[in-house]
């Protein structure tokens, strides 16, 4: 069977073109494509009369935006690097987006229509400080409006129109932390401080940057947060207890401050107190416990409460309205309602505008709220709320309603995992969803249409539109051929969505509740998700579910969070907040009765906590005790450590779920010569179809094929930073094949001259990674197949016939087969942003790589092009074996981009998941932007193709059938007659 | 016709006249022979002339028979030719004739006795012929396997049988790596 099988492969293989490709009128038929822009930092407005209304964006993944306000798409976008955070948005002379980004040492202005850069300009400094994008109004040095960067230790004034800086003053050389620019007439006021308590202002003159004047004062208290702008010359601070409030005066640069205790404001609020950040003319707002303090400050400087909201939850910035109106928004919560006010600064009693809008729980709290006016018809105002929910979702709110609203959670996705579907149930009908039989068979009908080439280009739409529209693709039950599923992600606001893998729709979502910040668990975040419970056979009336594992904090020695899901309905099960931490999380080969997979959590205490807490859980590991290894990477000393299970801890409270180890075996690499930059092994889910490898003479070769094989990539220490710092003599990669059981080093390799970064991609018997030459100035990349040497013996064909043979026997590390690697290394042209390799459900369909290159796309390379037996001349057996002939670069051809015309901004990762047809492999890549794709990567050999025309098929059997009828009754007719003369 | 061929059928006469009176013994005779006439000459003769044609028949058969025999050589001939011609690449032609060069000999020695049934006669030694025809057709169908061999259909080769078995359990596992986040 399995040789027919293999021989059907061999002979499609064998008329497979060399690429993957589709054609036109193929994209999006499998495949979807979902644009984010991630949680937004900066909203500015931009409605003018004429033109579209769009708000400009930037956000935490440094993307810039332009949304359309109407409906909330992206007219345009920019994804900047990882490292080019951006620290400032604004827009200057009416159609310019100026950013500020790389700690205020970048510059650039886009063309506010179409999102084209204009310039860039690049701002060094040596010192690193906060950074300030100040664009004053009608501030012109020699024609050029201005704008102020504050950035890297240093002010710049640079000029709007081309970015040129036209003045420099340099502050790293003064122990200011500058915090504030003002501008009062042609004279710019930089504040800060000095040493937290020793206010600092320097005046300099705007139009060529000269210093005029600077005065300190010190405060006989230290200070706590950052200074906050009240009006043009004012300042309110927070003293270092919490406790007083500081008001600072700036007069013509002469400093004068007051302050006052908060408890004079207000009695019965006692806690920490926090200045929010949100600039209003004359006001600001504290925020003690769930309470929010809106605090006038006078001209004379005093404080005024004038209103204490409780469960408040974010307050905007003002907004001019007109000459000398400000307006703000704020919103607090109240009955499962959000409460949105916008008031006057300057007519407390009087409510501008005053809603209620009921928002999904599942987005959870607002973090932030931007407003923006606009006049109605009968002149008033109306006012219009963008709120970035606390799953980092963007709503647009106006006159009561959501207008629009984004995920744009998803574009911070963390992990990934895959759920079945529900299996069909009886009693669903068909025709429900196929419509009826009549529109089938115009469907149909359409494409026979199509398939003889009569069709009108009415007709072909139709076709085209009936494709995509396919309700085949989108149902909510398991099919036959395993394409659809749910995608599991977990992102970094800590909600989890399942999308449908036909169209990428959001299934369900959940806000985790157990990831929600709480005096217990600070700053919870998800790390992982997992697989936790697969039904299969007798299982099945049990939904799926996966494991969530989150923690505290940001550091190792928080406690950690475990949530647990219901795949099918998003509905958290259960969550526990166990004491211990959860360093590594290792799902065991090993499941219980209800089908529920053992986990094992390791604390960074080197406890091992089983994971279901059941009895039946523990005899199962009980029984496999002495095969259960873990194992340890410590990138920052240089250590790889084994560990056994030893026996139950030892500990003051008893605790039968919580296992001691013991060290086994510690690889030290010299600290000196080699430090560790990358680790990999195979994923534990892969489906490997055989153990052989036969060569062109009908050879074998046994693959070496181990779960327990770990890839380590060290450079040389000095050359673990950026291309570009070391010369090629000082840069060395080692690369390292261990086994993770008995800490046995199956192969070493030293690759002189190259460094990291290194991705690599482990699968079968062999890795594939991705590199730096320095020597050639080009990226690398090299495959290493390895092979068990120990069973190359077995070549009698009569011991295989009788099947006296011991290949199939389970096989212990600490038999230390022997084994032989084979390596062969090619130029690349790209750098890699990650590398997959196809999975498929039997893993029969040869592999290919998946390669995320810096363009953000997805290239399919196949595995044959990376194969150690590559020659320069390969023999005629060998090419019918389908060696390709040596080259020492990898081809890239475009249409082997799985992505086509597609990019997935900002690629962070690509899964694969293997479909139930043995072809077929799902692809899922995540970034910015979600992809989704299927891919065969020796076509579908098992399955018709999509565009199979059915009904031309059934005419031509319906024809047949005639043709046999009528030829039957003539030919009898004829015998008739022939016996009748 | 069908009565002629009965009449002509050596095993199935109704009826016969023999007019060459057979008997030698004098007694039997009423009629004294004609003078110059030997009897004896005349049986001689007659006998001969009947075994003369049984004879002659058998050789053929005989005949016949050896040629039926050596028709698989012929045939193994023109196979080869065209197996040389298939080439040695698995596609649909040389799978084809190879499939064909073995069916033939199979079916042909499926019904030996059916094609030397003709020429089954007590006096012909058909047992040569048929080992003949056997053997030639045993080559012709060992020339088939050869081919299929050649095409690399056959498993001969440890690669055949190892390539189905499934990678060996392995009965440790571990796992880990870089700490979590």
Same mark, same amino acid.
């Given at each position: 069977?399995?040789?027919?099988?293999?021989?059907?492969?061999?002979?499609?293989?064998?008329?497979?073109?060399?690429?993957?490709?589709?054609?036109?009128?193929?994209?999006?038929?499998?495949?979807?494509?979902?644009?984010?822009?991630?949680?937004?930092?900066?909203?500015?407005?931009?409605?003018?009369?004429?033109?579209?209304?769009?708000?400009?964006?930037?956000?935490?993944? @440094?993307?810039?935006?332009?949304?359309?306000?109407?409906?909330?798409?992206?007219?345009?976008?920019?994804?900047?690097?990882?490292?080019?955070?951006?620290?400032?948005?604004?827009?200057?002379?009416?159609?310019?987006?100026?950013?500020?980004?790389?700690?205020?040492?970048?510059?650039?202005?886009?063309?506010?229509?179409?999102?084209?850069?204009?310039?860039?300009?690049?701002?060094?400094?040596?010192?690193?400080?906060?950074?300030? &994008?100040?664009?004053?109004?009608?501030?012109?040095?020699?024609?050029?409006?201005?704008?102020?960067?504050?950035?890297?230790?240093?002010?710049?004034?640079?000029?709007?129109?081309?970015?040129?800086? #036209?003045?420099?003053?340099?502050?790293?050389?003064?122990?200011?932390?500058?915090?504030?620019?003002?501008?009062?007439?042609?004279?710019?006021?930089?504040?800060?401080?000095?040493?937290?308590?020793?206010?600092?202002?320097?005046?300099?003159?705007?139009?060529?940057?000269?210093?005029?004047?600077?005065?300190?004062?010190?405060?006989?208290?230290?200070?706590?947060?950052?200074?906050?702008?009240?009006?043009?010359?004012?300042?309110?601070?927070?003293?270092?207890?919490?406790?007083?409030?500081?008001?600072?005066? &700036?007069?013509?640069?002469?400093?004068?401050? @007051?302050?006052?205790?908060?408890?004079?404001?207000?009695?019965?609020?006692?806690?920490?107190?926090?200045?929010?950040?949100?600039?209003?003319?004359?006001?600001?707002? &504290?925020?003690?416990?769930?309470?929010?303090?809106?605090?006038?400050?006078?001209?004379?400087?005093?404080?005024?409460?004038?209103?204490?909201?409780?469960?408040?939850?974010?307050?905007?910035?003002?907004?001019?309205?007109?000459?000398?109106?400000?307006?703000?928004?704020?919103?607090?919560?109240?009955?499962?309602?959000?409460?949105?006010?916008?008031?006057?600064?300057?007519?407390?009693?009087?409510?501008?505008?005053?809603?209620?809008?009921?928002?999904?729980?599942?987005?959870?709290?607002?973090?932030?709220?931007?407003?923006?006016?606009?006049?109605?018809?009968?002149?008033?105002?109306?006012?219009?709320?963008?709120?970035?929910?606390?799953?980092?979702?963007? #709503?647009?709110?106006?006159?009561?309603?959501?207008?629009?609203?984004?995920?744009?959670?998803?574009?911070?996705?963390?992990?990934?995992?895959?759920?079945?579907?529900?299996?069909?149930?009886?009693?669903?009908?068909?025709?429900?969803?196929?419509?009826?039989?009549?529109?089938?068979?115009?469907?149909?009908?359409?494409?026979?249409?199509?398939?003889?080439?009569?069709?009108?280009?009415?007709?072909?739409?139709?076709?085209?539109?009936?494709?995509?529209?396919?309700?085949?693709?989108?149902?909510?039950?398991?099919?036959?051929?395993?394409?659809?599923?749910?995608?599991?992600?977990?992102?970094?606001?800590?909600?989890?969505?399942?999308?449908?893998?036909?169209?990428?729709?959001?299934?369900?979502?959940?806000?985790?509740?157990?990831?929600?910040?709480?005096?217990?668990?600070?700053?919870?975040?998800?790390?992982?998700?997992?697989?936790?419970?697969?039904?299969?056979?007798?299982?099945?009336?049990?939904?799926?579910?996966?494991?969530?594992?989150?923690?505290?904090?940001?550091?190792?020695?928080?406690?950690?969070?475990?949530?647990?899901?219901?795949?099918?309905?998003?509905?958290?099960?259960?969550?526990?907040?166990?004491?211990?931490?959860?360093?590594?999380?290792?799902?065991?080969?090993?499941?219980?009765?209800?089908?529920?997979?053992?986990?094992?959590?390791?604390?960074?205490?080197?406890?091992?906590?089983?994971?279901?807490?059941?009895?039946?859980?523990?005899?199962?590991?009980?029984?496999?005790?002495?095969?259960?290894?873990?194992?340890?990477?410590?990138?920052?000393?240089?250590?790889?450590?084994?560990?056994?299970?030893?026996?139950?801890?030892?500990?003051?409270?008893?605790?039968?779920?919580?296992?001691?180890?013991?060290?086994?075996?510690?690889?030290?690499?010299?600290?000196?010569?080699?430090?560790?930059?990358?680790?990999?092994?195979?994923?534990?889910?892969?489906?490997?179809?055989?153990?052989?490898?036969?060569?062109?003479?009908?050879?074998?070769?046994?693959?070496?094929?181990?779960?327990?094989?770990?890839?380590?990539?060290?450079?040389?220490?000095?050359?673990?930073?950026?291309?570009?710092?070391?010369?090629?003599?000082?840069?060395?990669?080692?690369?390292?094949?261990?086994?993770?059981?008995?800490?046995?080093?199956?192969?070493?390799?030293?690759?002189?001259?190259?460094?990291?970064?290194?991705?690599?991609?482990?699968?079968?018997?062999?890795?594939?990674?991705?590199?730096?030459? &320095?020597?050639?100035?080009?990226?690398?990349?090299?495959?290493?197949?390895?092979?068990?040497?120990?069973?190359?013996?077995?070549?009698?064909?009569?011991?295989?016939?009788?099947?006296?043979?011991?290949?199939?026997?389970?096989?212990?590390?600490?038999?230390?087969?022997?084994?032989?690697?084979?390596?062969?290394?090619?130029?690349?042209?790209?750098?890699?942003?990650?590398?997959?390799?196809?999975?498929?459900?039997?893993?029969?369909?040869?592999?290919?790589?998946?390669?995320?290159?810096?363009?953000?796309?997805?290239?399919?390379?196949?595995?044959?092009?990376?194969?150690?037996?590559?020659?320069? @001349?390969?023999?005629?057996?060998?090419?019918?074996?389908?060696?390709?002939?040596?080259?020492?670069?990898?081809?890239?051809?475009?249409?082997?981009?799985?992505?086509?015309?597609?990019?997935?901004?900002?690629?962070?990762?690509?899964?694969?998941?293997?479909?139930?047809?043995?072809?077929?492999?799902?692809?899922?890549?995540?970034?910015?932007?979600?992809?989704?794709?299927?891919?065969?990567?020796?076509?579908?050999?098992?399955?018709?193709?999509?565009?199979?025309?059915?009904?031309?098929?059934?005419?031509?059997?319906?024809?047949?059938?005639?043709?046999?009828?009528?030829?039957?009754?003539?030919?009898?007719?004829?015998?008739?007659?022939?016996?009748?003369? | 016709?069908?009565?002629?061929?009965?009449?002509?059928?050596?095993?199935?006469?109704?009826?016969?006249?023999?007019?060459?009176?057979?008997?030698?013994?004098?007694?039997?005779?009423?009629?004294?022979?004609?003078?110059?006439?030997?009897?004896?000459?005349?049986?001689?003769?007659?006998?001969?002339?009947?075994?003369?044609?049984?004879?002659?028949?058998?050789?053929?058969?005989?005949?016949?028979?050896?040629?039926?025999?050596?028709?698989?050589?012929?045939?193994?001939?023109? %196979?080869?030719?065209? %197996?040389?011609?298939?080439?040695?690449?698995?596609?649909?032609?040389?799978?084809?004739?190879?499939?064909?060069?073995?069916?033939?000999?199979?079916?042909?020695?499926?019904?030996?006795?059916?094609?030397?049934?003709?020429?089954?006669?007590?006096?012909?030694?058909?047992?040569?012929?048929?080992?003949?025809?056997?053997?030639?057709?045993?080559?012709?169908?060992?020339?088939?396997?050869?081919?299929?061999?050649?095409?690399?259909?056959?498993?001969?080769?440890?690669?055949?049988?190892?390539?189905?078995?499934?990678?060996?359990?392995?009965?440790?596992?571990?796992?880990?790596?870089?700490?979590?986040?």
């Amino acid at each position: 069977m399995a040789i027919r099988v293999f021989l059907i492969v061999l002979l499609f293989l064998s008329f497979t073109n060399l690429t993957y490709s589709l054609y036109e009128d193929q994209v999006g038929l499998m495949d979807w494509h979902q644009k984010y822009i991630g949680k937004v930092k900066h909203a500015v407005f931009h409605t003018q009369k004429t033109g579209r209304k769009r708000v400009l964006v930037s956000t935490e993944e @440094n993307v810039v935006a332009s949304l359309d306000l109407r409906h909330g798409e992206i007219f345009w976008r920019h994804v900047l690097g990882t490292n080019d955070v951006i620290d400032g948005l604004d827009i200057a002379l009416g159609k310019y987006v100026i950013t500020l980004s790389s700690d205020g040492s970048i510059l650039r202005a886009w063309n506010l229509p179409d999102g084209q850069m204009v310039w860039e300009s690049s701002l060094p400094g040596s010192k690193a400080s906060k950074s300030i &994008l100040y664009i004053p109004k009608n501030l012109k040095a020699d024609k050029d409006d201005l704008i102020l960067v504050y950035g890297k230790g240093s002010l710049n004034a640079v000029s709007g129109v081309d970015g040129e800086v #036209l003045w420099k003053k340099d502050f790293s050389g003064e122990s200011i932390e500058v915090s504030h620019i003002i501008q009062s007439s042609d004279v710019i006021y930089v504040t800060g401080f000095v040493d937290s308590s020793k206010i600092s202002v320097y005046g300099l003159n705007a139009k060529n940057g000269e210093l005029l004047e600077n005065n300190h004062a010190a405060l006989p208290f230290g200070t706590f947060g950052e200074l906050l702008s009240v009006s043009g010359d004012m300042f309110v601070v927070l003293d270092e207890m919490r406790s007083k409030i500081v008001i600072v005066h &700036l007069r013509n640069g002469e400093i004068s401050y @007051n302050q006052k205790h908060i408890s004079d404001l207000t009695k019965d609020l006692a806690g920490q107190a926090v200045i929010l950040p949100s600039r209003l003319p004359g006001m600001f707002a &504290l925020n003690i416990n769930s309470y929010v303090l809106l605090i006038k400050v006078t001209n004379q400087g005093e404080l005024v409460l004038v209103d204490k909201v409780n469960n408040g939850a974010a307050v905007s910035d003002s907004l001019s309205i007109s000459e000398d109106e400000h307006a703000f928004a704020f919103v607090h919560y109240g009955d499962n309602k959000i409460h949105l006010s916008v008031k006057n600064v300057n007519d407390w009693n009087h409510d501008l505008l005053k809603e209620s809008i009921v928002i999904d729980h599942q987005k959870g709290k607002i973090d932030k709220i931007f407003v923006n006016n606009y006049v109605r018809t009968d002149r008033s105002h109306g006012f219009r709320a963008l709120m970035v929910m606390e799953d980092h979702s963007l #709503l647009l709110v106006q006159q009561g309603e959501i207008v629009w609203s984004r995920e744009d959670g998803l574009a911070s996705v963390v992990d990934v995992t895959t759920s079945e579907l529900p299996v069909q149930k009886e009693g669903v009908s068909v025709a429900k969803v196929e419509q009826n039989l009549f529109e089938w068979l115009k469907g149909h009908m359409l494409k026979l249409k199509g398939t003889l080439m009569i069709a009108s280009p009415d007709d072909l739409a139709a076709i085209q539109a009936l494709r995509l529209r396919s309700s085949e693709k989108s149902k909510m039950t398991r099919d036959h051929n395993g394409f659809r599923k749910l995608l599991i992600v977990l992102t970094r606001a800590g909600k989890v969505f399942a999308l449908h893998t036909g169209d990428g729709r959001v299934v369900w979502s959940i806000l985790l509740p157990s990831l929600h910040k709480s005096e217990a668990c600070e700053n919870p975040v998800g790390l992982h998700i997992y697989q936790w419970q697969v039904p299969h056979h007798h299982a099945l009336d049990e939904n799926p579910s996966v494991l969530v594992v989150g923690q505290c904090g940001p550091s190792l020695s928080t406690p950690a969070v475990l949530s647990f899901i219901d795949a099918y309905t998003g509905m958290e099960l259960k969550s526990l907040s166990p004491a211990h931490t959860a360093a590594q999380v290792i799902p065991l080969p090993h499941t219980d009765s209800t089908e529920q997979r053992l986990h094992l959590i390791i604390d960074d205490k080197q406890h091992a906590y089983l994971y279901p807490r059941t009895p039946e859980a523990i005899d199962i590991l009980k029984h496999e005790f002495s095969n259960v290894y873990w194992y340890s990477v410590d990138a920052d000393n240089g250590v790889i450590r084994g560990h056994a299970l030893k026996s139950n801890c030892i500990q003051e409270a008893v605790d039968e779920y919580c296992f001691d180890f013991r060290d086994l075996w510690s690889v030290v690499f010299p600290s000196e010569s080699e430090k560790i930059i990358a680790t990999m092994t195979r994923k534990s889910n892969e489906v490997v179809h055989t153990q052989a490898k036969v060569m062109t003479d009908y050879d074998v070769m046994y693959k070496y094929i181990s779960k327990n094989l770990l890839f380590v990539a060290n450079a040389a220490p000095k050359a673990a930073g950026e291309i570009g710092t070391v010369i090629p003599e000082e840069a060395w990669l080692v690369i390292y094949i261990l086994d993770t059981v008995t800490g046995r080093i199956l192969h070493r390799m030293t690759h002189h001259g190259c460094q990291g970064p290194v991705h690599a991609v482990f699968s079968e018997n062999w890795v594939v990674y991705h590199y730096f030459n &320095l020597r050639a100035h080009r990226y690398e990349m090299s495959v290493v197949e390895i092979y068990d040497q120990s069973r190359a013996d077995n070549k009698d064909v009569w011991r295989f016939v009788l099947g006296k043979h011991n290949l199939t026997s389970p096989v212990s590390s600490y038999s230390r087969p022997e084994v032989i690697a084979k390596s062969q290394s090619y130029f690349f042209t790209h750098s890699v942003k990650a590398i997959e390799v196809t999975s498929t459900a039997k893993g029969i369909t040869s592999k290919q790589l998946l390669i995320g290159t810096i363009g953000d796309q997805v290239l399919a390379l196949d595995k044959r092009f990376l194969d150690p037996r590559r020659t320069v @001349n390969p023999s005629q057996a060998e090419k019918e074996d389908g060696i390709i002939p040596l080259t020492d670069s990898l081809p890239i051809i475009p249409q082997s981009y799985i992505t086509h015309a597609l990019k997935v901004e900002g690629l962070r990762g690509i899964v694969t998941v293997p479909a139930k047809l043995e072809s077929t492999s799902l692809v899922f890549a995540y970034g910015v932007d979600l992809f989704f794709t299927q891919i065969a990567p020796s076509r579908t050999y098992d399955s018709l193709t999509e565009d199979f025309s059915y009904a031309l098929l059934l005419l031509t059997i319906v024809a047949l059938v005639a043709a046999i009828f009528v030829t039957w009754v003539l030919s009898e007719r004829k015998d008739l007659q022939d016996k009748w003369r | 016709m069908d009565k002629g061929k009965g009449v002509m059928g050596s095993n199935a006469r109704r009826w016969a006249v023999d007019f060459s009176d057979n008997s030698t013994s004098p007694s039997s005779r009423d009629v004294p022979d004609p003078p110059g006439f030997s009897r004896a000459s005349i049986d001689q003769d007659d006998s001969t002339l009947s075994r003369q044609k049984k004879d002659a028949e058998s050789n053929w058969k005989a005949q016949k028979a050896w040629e039926v025999a050596q028709a698989p050589f012929k045939n193994l001939l023109m %196979m080869g030719f065209m %197996m040389w011609m298939a080439g040695s690449t698995v596609h649909l032609f040389s799978i084809g004739i190879t499939f064909s060069a073995l069916w033939q000999p199979i079916s042909a020695l499926q019904s030996v006795g059916k094609i030397f049934e003709p020429y089954k006669d007590s006096r012909v030694e058909l047992l040569g012929p048929k080992l003949l025809f056997i053997a030639l057709n045993l080559g012709g169908l060992a020339l088939g396997v050869w081919k299929l061999n050649a095409l690399g259909l056959l498993p001969t080769h440890t690669s055949d049988w190892v390539s189905s078995l499934p990678p060996a359990q392995e009965v440790e596992y571990s796992g880990g790596g870089l700490n979590l986040s």
